[in-house]
């Protein structure tokens, strides 16, 4: 039996060479979800019985890298064993190479079929008796193993579902870096202000190479951030103003999109390096530009949090109004003390932090703020704090990056300056405890948060982690309640 499958280069297509009944040829451009449409008549000699031999599993081809796709193929099986399978026959020995040094096709067809047809001096040919598992599994082919054993359909198929997987992670790659190249750009705002324009306009507006941004603006049309608009020109699509352009909306996402393209990339490449060693690299060490835009980052989750927190957060929002304290733990460029001190005109605010970088920008920021006279930063420990001064503390997204045998002591500090029965807030991603809660949609944030922040020494807590924590820490009564989806968990504690 030889069945191969054939295609020309302008029109892909699938026949059934003799001696199998003839079917007329018919395009075939396959996706990742086509199998082969015929079946193999049974039975076909040669082959193993209760094997799933008559079993085609699916070809994971795609038109536009088809031959490549077949190539590859082999390094999808792992070798069979020669415990699995009874002997059988080798193949033969391969004959002397061709006179342009490549092997004949006689050294490369299974004992009793033809040799591989060729169509067209670039098609490709590939025996449909290579999916069916033989005895031990050989079988003889240009660039193949010697033994090959191609998986069950369903692993084919779990296969084919990962596949899909990757592509999207790649397009997203592509999509997040080509938006923070906007950004930084200003390209956004170009169009933002032009309303439409070619990328070439664009290219001479900023003083850009217009190849590059010609790629981009395309890119972006691809990945749906741009439209097509008149002849050759490119406008914002539907939404993207409110996403790259607009700080004052909850929906602006510019910050993050700058970190993964500016920050993480370079953490990122450094990954296998601490995977060995094991010698975290600390964010301090880019510098001024990522403390503001973390700042910008979390300033519409400060500002809905203090907009909430007279309203639903009545443990510590009616002391705070009442022109109590707030300590904030690890408190960065200090936009939470600036928004409370904003919303709560009687509200007062210490921040504590031990990078001096953002302590600077946060007095900097408290200053032009004109809340200077209520709120302060200091690049302090918190053991310095007095005791019984604050009337509520909170570590907003910051206690993951207290290094692990810092924590306890850091938040005994913070019970000590607490007066009796004041509360402390933790807003934090709790990590899964298990790879069974990993599955689960709300660890999503949490997972995606402690690989990025992996390098800087970050260990994102569990549940049952913090909770234990703030126990031995001298905190008695624990409170839990999930924001934003259950994605975010604020946990409230006091001594009572």
Same mark, same amino acid.
Request: net charge negative.
């Given at each position: ?24 040829? =018919?395009?075939?451009?396959?996706? =990742? ?31 536009? &890298? ?9 390094? %999808? ?5 020669? +415990?699995? #399978? ?18 004949? &096709? ?48 369903? +692993? ?27 950004? +930084? ?55 993207? #103003? ?43 060490? &880019? ?6 835009? !973390? ?19 009545? #443990? ?39 990078? #001096? ?19 302060? !930063? ?35 500090? !913070? ?21 069974? +809660? ?31 924590? %703030? ?23 006091? !001594?009572?």
């Amino acid at each position: 039996m030889l069945a191969s499958i054939a295609f020309e280069l302008g029109q892909p297509f699938i026949e059934i060479k003799e001696p199998l009944p003839r079917t007329e040829p =018919f395009p075939a451009r396959l996706n =990742f979800d086509s199998r082969l449409p015929f079946d193999i008549p049974e039975p076909v000699s040669g082959l193993a019985p209760g094997r799933d031999n008559d079993v085609l599993a699916p070809l994971p081809v795609e038109s536009n &890298h088809f031959e490549h796709r077949l190539a590859e193929l082999p390094r %999808l099986a792992p070798p069979v064993s020669d +415990e699995d #399978e009874p002997p059988t026959e080798e193949a033969p020995e391969a004959e002397p190479v061709g006179e342009h040094g490549q092997p004949r &096709h006689q050294a490369h067809h299974a004992p009793g079929t033809r040799p591989l047809h060729r169509s067209g001096a670039r098609a490709g040919c590939l025996h449909l008796a290579a999916f069916y598992r033989r005895p031990r599994g050989h079988y003889a082919g240009p660039g193949w193993p010697a033994k090959v054993r191609l998986p069950p359909v369903a +692993e084919y198929d779990a296969a084919l579902e990962r596949m899909r997987s990757a592509s999207a992670w790649f397009a997203g790659a592509i999509a997040i870096s080509a938006t923070g190249v906007g950004i +930084e750009l200003g390209l956004f705002e170009a169009l933002r202000e032009k309303g439409a324009a070619t990328p070439a306009a664009l290219a001479a507006m900023l003083s850009l190479d217009p190849h590059a941004v010609g790629v981009w603006a395309m890119t972006l049309v691809h990945h749906g951030l741009l439209d097509p608009a008149g002849v050759g020109e490119v406008a914002l699509a539907a939404g993207v #103003e409110l996403l790259v352009c607009d700080p004052r909306t909850p929906l602006y996402m510019a910050p993050l999109f700058e970190f993964h393209s500016r920050f993480l990339g370079r953490d990122f490449a450094e990954l296998p390096r601490f995977f060995r060693e094991g010698d975290p690299r600390p964010p301090a060490r &880019h510098g001024l530009p990522l403390v503001r835009n !973390v700042a910008a980052q979390t300033a519409a989750m400060q500002e809905a949090f203090v907009s909430a927190m007279s309203s639903e957060l009545p #443990e510590a929002g009616e002391a705070l109004a009442a022109g109590g304290l707030l300590l904030d733990a690890g408190c960065g460029a200090g936009g939470l003390g600036i928004r409370l001190c904003q919303q709560l005109p009687a509200a007062r605010y210490l921040g504590v932090d031990l990078d #001096e970088l953002a302590v600077a920008e946060a007095k900097e920021r408290i200053a032009a703020a004109g809340v200077a006279e209520r709120a302060r !930063v200091e690049a302090m420990a918190l053991e310095a704090v007095l005791n019984g001064s604050a009337d509520a503390a909170i570590f907003f997204l910051s206690l993951h990056e207290f290094p692990p045998g810092t924590r306890l002591p850091s938040l005994v500090a !913070v019970r000590q300056a607490l007066r009796p029965g004041a509360w402390l807030l933790v807003l934090e991603e709790l990590y899964p405890a298990t790879p069974l +809660e990993a599955l689960a949609e709300r660890s999503r944030a949490a997972i995606q948060f402690q690989y990025e922040e992996l390098l800087w020494g970050s260990h994102l807590l569990t549940r049952a982690g913090l909770d234990s924590l %703030l126990r031995e820490a001298g905190f008695t009564e624990i409170v839990n309640r999930p924001m934003l989806g259950g994605n975010v968990d604020l946990v409230l504690a006091r !001594v009572s």
